[in-house]
C-alpha cells in the first residue's frame, strides 16, 4: 500500500512475500533510517543503532553492541542480576498470594530493574525513581519515538505548527529526562573504580571512549554512549514488558493451554527454573511464538528508508521513500495460517518457523541488517520469567471476572501495550516434597 504524507511517500508492506523482499532481497537497497525530528532529538543526532541512518558509523556502533553488548558472553555475565531479580519477584507474588495484582505493572518493573541494573549497575531507588515515575518517563519517549512531527511531513513550515501545538516541548522534556538521568548515571561511573569482573555496561562504553576506539571516519563519543544508553533503556523495558504480559493474558484466556504448559513445566520438579532449564521446555516455547505471532511488540517495525531505486511488487521505489512492514498484519493472515485468531500453540509443534528473522511470516524483531540485535537478550528473560510464574503459581480471575472479560485491546503507539492493565490472583503452588532445589 502507497501512502502521502507530506513529503513523506510511504510504502506499507503486509504480507510475508513482500516482507521477504524487503528486509531479504532489496535489504541493502532500503536499509537506512529516515531522520525524523523525535527520532534524532532522542538518538543524539541518530548517533545510536536503531534510528541511525545506514553507513559506516551505524556499522561500527552495530558490531560494538553485537561483540561486546548483546554477545552470548555479555548476557551470561549478567546472569546473577536476573535471578535475584527473578527471586524478588516470586516473593513479592507470593507475599500478594491469592490477591489481585497488577501482573501488567510487576512485568515492567522486573524488566526495568533487570536492564537498570545491567546497563546502570543501580536498582530504582538508588536512581532517586520509583516504578511510576520510571514508567511515566519511558511511556514518553516510547510515545517520541512512535509518532511523525509535522516538521517531518512539511519541514519549510511544519516547526511553527510543532512549537504551537506543543509536541516540541513533548520532545524537548523527553529528551531532558533521559540526558539528565544519562549523565548523572555517566558521572558516578566517572567517579569510581569498577570491580574486576562486576563492570555494568556503562563501564564497557565508557573504556570504548577511553581507549579512542576509532575506524576511518568514526569515533565513539559520548554521545553515541548516550544513545546506545537509550537502545537499551527503551527496548529492554518496554517490549519484554509488553511481551509478558500478552503471554500471560493469552494463557488467562485459555485454560487448556495454561494447564499443558504448567504440566511441562512443573515436570522437572523444580522449586526455581533456572536458565539451563529453558531447553527442556517446549511447549513454552511454542506458547512464546504463539504470543508473538498475534501480539509483536511493535506491530509495525521500525521505519526504513530506501537509498536506491528498485522495483517491489508492482511498486518502483525511489530513494527516500519510507518502508513500514506490518508484522502485526502478517502474523494474523489466514494465507500463512490456519484460524488465526485463535491461540493455538500447537501449530508450532511440527514447525520449524522461529521469530529470529528467517521466516517471514513471523517477524516479532525483523530481520536482515536492521534486525534486532538484543533478540537472545530479550528471549532469555521472557523465557526464564515465564516459566517461574507458571512454575511457581497457578493463576486465577479476579471474583466474578470470566475469561471472556479479559480485555485484549491493544493500545496505540509504538509498543502494543494491552489498553488495560492484566489484573490476575496468584495462588501459590505448593511443590511436592520430592523436588529439586
Known amino acids: 500500500m502507497l501512502l502521502r504524507f507530506g513529503r513523506l511517500q510511504t510504502i506499507v508492506v503486509s504480507s510475508a512475500e513482500a516482507a521477504k523482499e524487503v528486509l531479504k532481497v532489496h535489504d541493502l537497497e532500503c536499509c537506512s ?35 561486546k553488548l548483546f554477545s552470548i558472553k555479555s548476557v551470561e555475565s549478567f546472569k546473577f542480576v536476573r535471578d535475584e531479580e527473578m527471586d524478588f519477584l516470586i516473593c513479592s507474588l507470593k507475599e500478594s498470594s491469592d490477591s489481585p495484582v497488577n501482573l501488567s505493572e510487576m ?26 515515575e520510571f514508567e511515566d518517563i519511558i511511556h514518553r519517549a516510547v510515545d517520541v519515538l512512535g509518532s511523525f512531527t509535522a516538521s517531518d511531513l512539511f519541514p519549510y513550515v511544519g516547526w511553527i505548527i510543532d512549537r504551537l501545538s506543543g509536541v516540541h516541548a513533548r520532545i524537548e522534556r523527553s529528551f531532558h529526562e533521559l540526558d539528565e538521568f544519562y549523565n548523572q548515571v555517566i ?28 575506524h ?33 493474558a493469552e494463557l488467562a484466556k485459555n485454560f487448556r493451554v495454561m494447564k499443558k504448559v504448567q504440566n511441562e513445566v512443573r515436570d522437572l ?126 493463576w486465577k480471575l479476579p471474583n466474578g471476572m470470566r ?9 496505540s503507539g509504538l509498543t502494543a501495550h494491552k489498553n488495560s492493565a492484566l489484573k490476575l490472583v496468584p495462588v501459590t503452588y505448593h511443590c511436592p516434597s520430592n523436588i529439586e532445589i
Open 33 to 67: 533510517r529516515p531522520s525524523l525530528a523525535g527520532l534524532a532529538r532522542l538518538s543524539y543526532n541518530n548517533h545510536d543503532i536503531s534510528f541511525s541512518p545506514y553507513g559506516e558509523h551505524w556499522r561500527q556502533v552495530r558490531k560494538i553492541c553485537v561483540l
Open 107 to 132: 512485568m515492567y518493573s522486573l524488566m526495568a530493574s533487570v536492564t537498570l541494573r545491567t546497563a546502570f549497575g543501580k536498582r530504582f531507588k538508588e536512581c532517586g525513581l520509583d516504578n511510576d
Open 403 to 411: 475469561e471472556s472479560d479479559i480485555d485484549m485491546e491493544e493500545g
Open 216 to 248: 576511518a571516519d568514526f569515533q565513539f563519543t559520548r554521545d553515541c554512549t548516550k544513545a546506545v544508553l537509550r537502545d537499551i533503556f527503551l527496548a529492554g523495558v518496554d517490549t519484554g514488558a509488553v511481551t509478558l504480559s500478552w503471554a500471560m
Open 187 to 214: 558521572d558516578e561511573h566517572l567517579k569510581r573504580t569498577p570491580e574486576e569482573g562486576k563492570e555494568d555496561i556503562v563501564d564497557w562504553l565508557l573504556s570504548i571512549e577511553r581507549s579512542e576506539y576509532e
Open 269 to 394: 520438579k523444580k522449586e526455581k527454573i533456572t536458565e539451563n532449564d529453558i531447553h527442556q521446555l517446549q511447549y513454552l516455547k511454542m506458547v512464546i511464538k504463539e504470543s508473538l505471532r498475534l501480539h509483536p511488540p511493535v506491530p509495525l517495525l521500525l521505519p526504513r528508508e530506501s537509498i536506491s531505486h528498485f522495483k517491489l511488487a508492482n511498486y518502483e521505489i525511489s530513494p527516500k521513500t519510507l518502508i513500514q512492514v506490518n508484522v502485526w498484519a502478517i502474523g494474523r493472515d489466514p494465507k500463512y495460517w490456519q484460524n488465526p485468531e485463535e491461540f493455538f500453540p500447537e501449530r508450532f509443534s511440527d514447525s520449524s518457523i522461529d521469530y529470529k528473522g528467517q521466516h517471514f511470516e513471523l517477524l516479532p524483531f525483523g530481520a536482515g541488517r536492521r534486525g534486532c540485535p538484543g533478540i537472545y537478550t530479550a528471549m532469555t528473560m521472557v523465557e526464564l520469567t515465564l516459566a517461574n510464574l507458571l512454575n511457581c503459581f497457578d
